[in-house]
């Protein structure tokens, strides 16, 4: 049966969340014992998974500032998760003091936890409302405070469209966003893929077994599928590559060989 | 500030490069290693400034350690490797000149220190951060558990408010819960509710699925269901409700509980009931009407095998008189009075009396024996009208015709049925009323087919499927051709060609005699031109057209007549109108004025078939007539020979009045040279019949006539 739209889910914490399990690769203790265990259980085939996090932190801290230097001052993170550090309100309002940050998740405890640490933020807001909705986003009384869609808008989906399964139509997704926001907008992506995980695709497959086990399937893509989300953007160089080849601030020696993982990208609309 | 490679700033920063080298790797920050790098320098240099400092102060490696915390490298890798390279590089890079001993012991308390200050960052971080996520997962479940109160709350006020009856049972029919509705409908209160079971709202009138589609939804192979049903209010009253019942499913799919919604529609009903009673019943006497009627009568023709069925369809005699003479308020008075006796005349099951309308009855049997029951049932209705209904002090003599049909179920419909009564019942009335007939197919088969023609008559006409014969009138004195008679014919795409008989009196009946008469009229005035316009100014033929009682009313005879001699141009005196005896009787001024009109105009009237009605010869001085038309019967008689002395000595009487009173005398049916010979010596004026021709088309006419004229 449909749930009306007015009776919430109801928050059984003795489930895994994918935005707590994320806060535990980062070192995090946002998280419930739970969600450690089916972290630790899909690290037992991807150890590299925290690095893979952290390549994705570092991937969305370096776009932030391109976007913020680009002259962008509106920032909507669809997929907020659990803010721990180098959130992307802290990027952004130290690179463009003032900019408004909205953060969208659809976990409620995500969502509590976000408005608690930006309580006092004028500029930066949370609201729960999920990317498989996008005009249940847009038309919210938070995001019409804080995001003005005649303005360029940087939208990061972070993470986050891998946990969308096709059924759910994310492209559909992706592109009533694009339509909604001003031309001159930035679309900041990262997307899971076997493409770069320095595994054999069946180690590999464990690690996603264990978010099908939570209810939680990651759908792994390939770089061609993940492309198609950036239809109707002009990519911004260099393009959509594993995420430390995007503008590297510092030698790729450095960096962990998981971090290769995936793809990440920036498209700006004409 | 640009530090020397060797100088002291320099080898604080070679070794703050090999401390976030150690530790990068363990990391999660989203910095940059260089960064990390920048942010590990000061950390770096109080370590160098605590190993040198005057007043050792362990407590700095605390705050180093705690540092690293903050600086988000929580994994206590983070502190092996800072360990390994303060132990390994701090005196090195940092150490000065100091005594190597005592900087050793001052590096090790520091890594001491350090080691203190990381663990009890991170456990008041972990602490805090645990107590952070608790405090947002109980924030979220309580704006849900909020939520769901004020969902609950709703769902609450429309369960108690809602209109209709709203109760939830488990599986077994153990009542869990009603609401006020519900409780009101059946007039009780919560307590006598709780603890009831649904399997006891047994009710007679139950429809025979109710309960077997109940077990279907507690066994969970239906969804839900819908059915009228009736229950009994604890004072014995009943409340009749329309009920949905829905099985309630828990997540998991199981059948859990089930959710019963009913309307009270024990008003409706009633009113229903009533609504049906009057559209079922006669306002008047009560009695089942048509509707009600057909229903049973269907139900009892479509019945099974060795079922029979007896129809009595009656029909008062005379009953318009009566209304008409005492006024409706007695004729009503009447029919209830006749309603009465006959609805005591079948009171068996499976009979029942309805009336149909007016003063039409019917008497319905139904059974194994009805061919035996019908009769009976017909002879109590006559029996039950024998004894005068008492109106006003006025005995009033009750007569009845009725139609009888029975036969097996299952072979005829309603309608059929009831048409063959209704004709049965004309027939008994023809035979003259208070009598009963039984249906015969034959005559509902001729019945029928004149029903058929009466209808096909209009079109008929507007087809062209009549057309004119015409008989010749010949002088019996010199044998010439004085004219013709029109006899009309029709000819009917099924039947053939019929003859006047057997239509004439079904268009009298429509009002189609009218038109159709107009049409003749015409046709036979043109065809009296036609002729004279072939034969010039010798001996002006004639034409005889015959007029039915029906256009002999009708106020447009005169006129119509006048416009149609106008119209061809032809005299008046070439017309002539003939009209039965019959239809004269008792005739008055106003019925004779226009036949008047037309005499005088020179329009010849002649009275037809003479002899077969009361011949009132007295009468015969105020008709406009100027001929007589003997009937056929007067000459039937002299086809033999010698003929019947009387009928010669009627014939002659009957000639010589006629001509003392200035009419011709025209004989019909003449067959034999003999008989025209004879009612030429009888003193007959002219003669038609088939010694001369028989009737036909108009040039027919033209050759007799021919002959005439040259033989």
Known sequence: MERPAWAPRSIDISVPSVSRIYDYYLGGSHNFEVDREAARKAMEFLPGLPKIMQANRAFMRRAVRFAAAEGITQFLDIGSGIPTFGNVHEVAQAASPGAHVMY?????????????????????????????????????????????????????????????????????????????????????????????????????????????????????????????????YDMVEPGLVPMPEWRPDTVLEDEDPYSFSGFAGVGRTA | MIAEPDGPEGRLRRFATIWSRAVFPATSTSLTRPEFEELLLPLARRLSEALRARNFEAAEGKAVGAALVAAHCTDPDALTHTLECVDAYLVLYCGGDGSQEDLRIRSARLQHAMAAGFAQELRERTLAEQEAISVAALQAQGVVAQALHATEARFRAVFEGAAIGIGMADLDGNILQVNGALLRMFGINDQTMSGRNVREWTHPDDAPQTWTLYDELVRGEREHYHVEKAFYRPDGTVLWTNLTVSLLRDADGNPQYQLALMEDTTERRLLNLRLRYEATHDALTGLPNRTLFFERLEKALGAGNNQRFGLCYLDLDGFKTINDSLGHAAGDRLLVEVADRLQSCATAPGEMVARLGGDEFVALTTGPDTEREVDELAGRIMNALITPVSIDGRDLTVRGSIGIVEGPAGERGPAEVLRSADITMYRAKSAGGNRFELADPEADARAITRHGLTTALPAALDRNEFFIEYQPLVHLGDGTVRGAEALVRWLHPQHGVLGPDRFIPLAEHTGLIVPLGRWVLEQSVRQARAWRESYGDGVPLRINVNLSPCQLTHPGLVQDTVDILERTGVAPDALCLEVTESALIGADDDLLKPLRQLAEMGVDIALDDFGTGYSNLANLRRLPVSILKLDRSFTQSMQQFPADPVDLKIVEGIVSLAHSLNLTVTVEGVETGAQAEQLRILGCDTAQGWYYARPGPPDRLHDLALVDATG
């Not at chain 1, 498989?132 to 847009?138: A, G, T």
């Open chain 1, 104 to 232: 969208v998740d659809h976990d409620p405890v995500a969502v509590a936890h976000s408005q608690a640490v930006l309580a006092g933020n004028e500029t930066a807001d949370v609201v729960a409302a999920d990317l498989r909705k996008p005009q249940e986003i847009l038309a919210s009384a938070e995001v019409q405070r804080l995001i003005d869609v005649n303005r360029p808008v940087a939208l990061l989906l972070v993470a986050i469209l891998h946990f969308v399964e096709d059924t759910d139509d994310p492209y559909g997704a992706v592109a009533q966003l694009r339509e909604a926001l001003a031309p001159g907008s930035l679309l900041i992506l990262t997307h899971a893929s076997y493409e770069g995980i320095p595994l054999p695709p069946e180690r590999a497959e464990g690690a996603v077994d264990v978010y099908k086990d939570i209810r939680n399937p990651l759908i792994m893509r390939s770089r061609e599928e993940i492309a198609r989300f950036f239809e109707g």
